[in-house]
Structures are given as C-alpha cells and as structure tokens.
C-alpha cells in the first residue's frame, strides 16, 4: 500500500492535466515547449551547479548510452523477426528505448527517494533528453514520411536550451562562480515550477490520445521490452559499475518507466505510424500504475 502511495501523488497530477484537457482543452504544445524551453533548462543549470562533479558523473553517461544501445539491438532484433516495414520498425523503436524519465521519472524518484535521489533523477533526465533528440529525432525520421537528414537532427539537437543550461552550470561549479542568492531564488522558483508543469502536459497528452486500429502485436512487444526487458538490463549494467546504491536505484527506476510521452510528438511531426506510438505510450503508461510499484519493491524502497 505504501508503494501505491508513492505514485499516487504523480498520477493526481496525471489526472489534473487529463481533466482540464478533457473539460478546457489546452494547447498542450505551446505549454510543453515552456517547460522544455523555458523551465527545464533552470531546473538542469541548478542540478549541476548545486552538485558536486565526481566520476559518478562518467559512470551515469556510460549507464545510459550502453542501455540505449542495447535496446536499440535487441528492438532490431525483433522488428526483423515480426517482419515489420520501416515504419512500424521506427515506432517500435520510439515506444521500446526512450523511457518518460522527465515526466514521469523525476517525480516518482523525488517522491521515492527525496531531494538527493531527485538530483541524479535529473542528471539522467538531461542526458535522456540528449538522447531522444538525436538518435529518437533520427529513427522517427527514418519511418516518417520524409527522411530527415543527420545535419536536420544536429540542428534540432544544437537548438535545445538545456544543454546549454547543463554545460553552464558544470562551468560555473567548476569555475567557481557564485551565483548571488537572490538569482538563485528566482532560478530556483522557475526550476520547481518545470516538474509539476511536465506532469500536466503528460496528462494532457494521455487525454488527446485516441485508440484506433494498430497492430496490437507490436504493441506487445514495445511493452515487453520497455517496462521488463529495460529495468533489468538496467540492473545488470549498473551492477558492473562502481556506483552507490542510490544512483544504482535511481538509474533502475528512471529505465522502469513507461514510453517517453515526446516520442508521441515525435511521431505526429515525422508521420511514424503515429496512432502505433500513442497508443503504446497510453497503454505503457497505464501498466506502470502496477509495475513501477513492483519495481520500487525489488528495489526495497
């Protein structure tokens, strides 16, 4: 009951978003390119400024490309044995490596495990987002309607504020550069505020998501190996490197989770079987209400 307790916050938020969308109707992408634009890059400058860089840091980099890759090879893998054209083999892509780790991830650690674990949930939130805006970028355009080439996908990548806001604060830690305090109130207020907006936009976004015909096969599979194939590769990995136990329990948690809620925005912009993706993201995220929890007991939180 307890574990429930833990998610039940998160999915408040869930249903808030999911309730206005339904009764109001929002323009959820004018809200979801605030928080990406404006709020997140706050959020990440005041993680790596506050925190101290150690070699966990190298460690955490390694953790996600290698589950990156490896889910990219076992996700090809299947494709090629569900003979699925390159569309669905994009979509397939889309639902089954990118995890919700800002979304989703980062509140439920922040409610797990408190503000310490919350930091590294961050760390790793930045460097997914790196990731699902290159290698997401270049395999929805590679079943889209339009092949994007890898100078379109730099560009996309080049124009993302939170990068830049990472790399700020590492230099300003580094450098040591002290930021006056009254700026990083104000810092501080924007950062907060990224989390719950997030939340509603994912709630939002379940609201619009429409259930049409889809392969549910592939849906399937996408579920597979999001939600138990990924936690455990992710447990493997993490058990080979030098890493505490909380950034150990956090890297596990944040790969528990269900779809990325952009790979759905993804889909739509590139036209890659976009009702395919939706559709795993809602179904993923509706499985994780049991899963996550199963997770957080495994991992004796």
Known sequence: MELILIILPVFLIFFIGFLGQRLIGFDIKSIS???LYLMSPFLAFRTFYTNELTVDYFYIVLACLSLTFILLFITWLVARLMKTTRPQYAAIILGSVFPNSGNYGAPVVLFALGAVGFDYAVVIMVLHGLIINTFGIFFASLGGEEKATWEQSLHKVIRMPLIYAAVAGIIFQLMKVTVPTVFMEGIGLVADASIPTVMLVLGMQLA?????????????????IRMVVSPILAAVIVYFMPLNDLIKTVFIIQAAMPTAANTTLLALQFGTEPDLVSFTTFVTTLISIISIPLVLFFLGV
């Open 208 to 224: 619009v998501i429409s259930r049409k015909r889809v392969a549910y096969r592939f849906v399937s599979a996408v579920t597979i």
């Open 33 to 35: 390119s605030a928080a």
